[in-house]
Nanobody
Framework: VQLQASGGGSVQAGESLRLSCAASGSVVSPNGMGWYRQAPGKEREKVAT???????SYADSVKGRFTVSRDNAKNMIFLQMNNLKPEDTATYFC?????????????WGQGTLVTVSS
């Protein structure tokens, strides 16, 4: 499975960006897809996830500002980021994991950089 993320860029605080990630190859369902981010000098953290069944979770720091959505038929996940803050600056990675396989399979895409200036 390969994951291709896109949509990063440089914006001012308060502006919006939309990230996209497409999975290709032998994608098994049901699965979860999500966005994670890593700022310089910090550990990677979960931002938002959504399963094929629609179960969604968000980091507290992005609730009310970010919205995760999926196109299950196309194996894509999106992250609409509104009211961006400088602390959202990070490299954003998408991830896909299987839900019912043993062992669980997990795949990561390359990062896309988001830079928010004040």
């Amino acid at each position: 499975v390969q994951l291709q993320a896109s949509g990063g860029g440089s914006v001012q605080a308060g502006e919006s960006l939309r990230l996209s990630c497409a999975a290709s190859g032998s994608v098994v369902s049901p699965n979860g897809m999500g966005w994670y981010r890593q700022a310089p000098g910090k550990e990677r953290e979960k931002v938002a996830t959504r399963t094929t069944g629609g179960i969604t979770s968000y980091a507290d720091s992005v609730k009310g500002r970010f919205t995760v959505s999926r196109d299950n038929a196309k194996n894509m996940i999106f992250l609409q980021m509104n009211n961006l803050k400088p602390e959202d600056t990070a490299t954003y990675f998408c991830r896909l994991w299987t839900i019912e396989t043993l062992p669980q399979q997990s795949y990561w895409g390359q990062g896309t950089l988001v830079t928010v200036s004040s």
